[in-house]
């Protein structure tokens, strides 16, 4: 386990050199801690109406105020974060699984190649949210679904990722050995392959979980995404919209949750992508 | 003596856009029990298609068109491919030129060989583990209960090459080809893994395949030389015979441009003209344009193969009739 022992060092080198990566790592971490201690950390349950206190401005009682139907705002944040990391996660985690397969099996086997990267390049001809807009209008609205059709978009986009990495590796001495010496194509697939390009992938996975965080607000926002009352920061927007102007605050706070959280997200991808590409090395 | 691998008429062609390139063009051979036999040739006169053809491993666009070989007394081109997946790095290994890059850098050196051993053979993890450490340590690698958890970057090119060959000996394979196996070393560890090669061979009866450009390997390792010029063998026999009387006029002129210590001269003497393009092959014989003793019937017909002295064949029109006229 060297590399354990040789983490604080090289997380302390990262951070010096990639300064604003290391705001973004910072800020990924609060993003994620808030989101798996949500229930120890909200003050109030995120979905207690308590209409009498509608709109309230921020106090000591609910540091962040209430939205309309008084419920508390920090809370809905905190549960809100939980909701945008589970539906990024998974429907990266769902895009990555289906697309390093599909864009291996295309590599590989040069005969699937034509059917398997034209079908990922029709769907990429369109816009993420019209794709997902489309599957939520086939599937129905529920959580699940949002995961479903956001990571449907991401699909072609881990697929042309692993195609190209698994072109390159493919024609490798120590795969030829591999074959030379009687592995299966399953094992050169599995122990040959995919270890030697899943470097790239972990980046591009942290470089398109902002993208998703983005996209499920924006369903929500539509109205498409996650049902309420569950809360959930584009819902919260959607409906901060109606009380803009009486009670910003119920439009702030969502909505910069959001840019921070995508912020962060974006400058460490930005930062990891070039720590792992040896030409872009400061050092 | 029933030979252990016979060639037979290999052809294997690659079917480009520009048109059918012949890079193996009916080659015929055979392999003796414990013999090792040096394929020579320039760079793309078809000796590392031939290697891999005999794996069959050869991709598209190339494919193997005819002929036959016969291993152990079965025809490796009429085998199922699981079954010649099941040959493969079992009864037939392969050793190939850049040691630095023919093993995957994810894995430690000593799993991969493990590994080569646990896709042949039914035995545990452990003894997996114990069989790699003592091939590792006949191929001379020091420490091996060290190395097995190195990883390939932390070796050097010659150590990375043992572990190759104890990978390619790992189940006790009964032909080793051996591509270009010292190509990318430098002279001393050359010298190192060629004796390496030539004692593993007296230790375990395989026999070797030996592609190589280089004549001073040759010289060095084998017992029969087969010279292959763009993708047929004009010359094969007895190492002595063909260092000491080639016949061919390819071969001759291979010799002529080597420099050599014993004698002083001023030029070293090039083949002339160039290697014709493998997409438009000449009719008739394939050296026929740079030949100094070219006929007119060169430019016609192929060459008989005729054999001038016990083993040693030469496909030229010059020994027809017993010697040059």
Known sequence: MKWFRTLPNNLWAFARDYKLAAVGGALVLLFVGVAALAPQLAPYDPDTVSLRESLARPSPRHWLGQDNQGRDLLSRIIFGARMSLYISVSSIGMGALFGVALGMLAAYYRRLDMAIMRLMDVVLAFPGIIVALTTIAILGRSITNVIIAIGIYHIPQFARLAHGLTLTIKETVFVEGARASGESDAAILTRYILPNCLAPIIVQTSLLIPGAIMTAATLSFLGLGVPPPTAEWGSMLQNSLQWAQLAPHVMIVPGLALMLAVFGFNVLGDGLRDAMDPRLKKR | ?325
């Open chain 2, 1 to 325: 003596m029933e030979p252990l691998l016979e060639v037979r008429e290999l052809r294997t062609h690659f079917f480009s856009r520009a048109g059918v390139v012949r890079a193996v063009d009916g080659i015929s051979f055979r392999l003796d029990r414990g013999e090792i036999l040096g394929l020579v040739g320039e760079s793309g006169c078809g000796k590392s298609v031939s290697s891999l053809s005999l794996m069959r491993l050869v991709d598209r666009p190339g494919r193997i068109v005819s002929g036959e070989i016969v291993f152990e007394g079965r025809n490796l081109l009429a085998l199922s491919k699981e079954e010649m997946r099941r040959l493969r790095g079992n009864r037939l290994a392969m050793i190939f030129q850049e040691p630095m890059s023919s093993m995957n850098p994810v894995f430690t050196t000593g799993s991969q060989i493990a590994e080569a051993i646990l896709v042949h053979e039914r035995v545990s993890r452990g003894e997996a583990r114990e069989r790699t450490i003592r091939l590792m340590r006949l191929v001379g690698i020091p420490d091996p209960e060290r190395r097995f958890r190195q990883f390939p970057h932390q070796f050097s090119g010659g150590m990375l090459q043992r572990m190759m060959v104890a990978m390619a000996l790992a189940c006790n394979p009964s032909v080793l080809i051996a591509d270009e196996p010292v190509t990318a070393l430098d002279v001393t560890i050359q010298a190192q893994i060629l004796d390496l090669i030539k004692e593993l061979r007296d230790r375990t009866g395989a026999s070797i395949l030996l592609i190589t450009h280089d004549m001073g390997v040759v010289a060095e390792t084998c017992d029969r030389v087969a010279v292959m010029y763009l993708g047929k063998i004009v010359e094969m026999g007895p190492l002595a015979s063909i260092f000491e009387t080639p016949k061919h006029p390819y071969t001759v002129g291979l010799f002529a441009s080597i420099p050599r210590l014993e004698e002083t001269v001023e030029w070293l003497q090039p083949i002339p003209g160039t290697v014709p393009s493998p997409l438009n092959l000449p009719t008739g014989c394939r050296f026929f344009s740079r030949c100094p003793h070219a006929m007119p019937r060169c430019a016609e017909t192929e060459p008989p193969t005729v054999e001038t002295a016990a083993g040693h064949q030469v496909a030229c029109f010059l020994y027809e009739s017993g010697g040059p006229a």
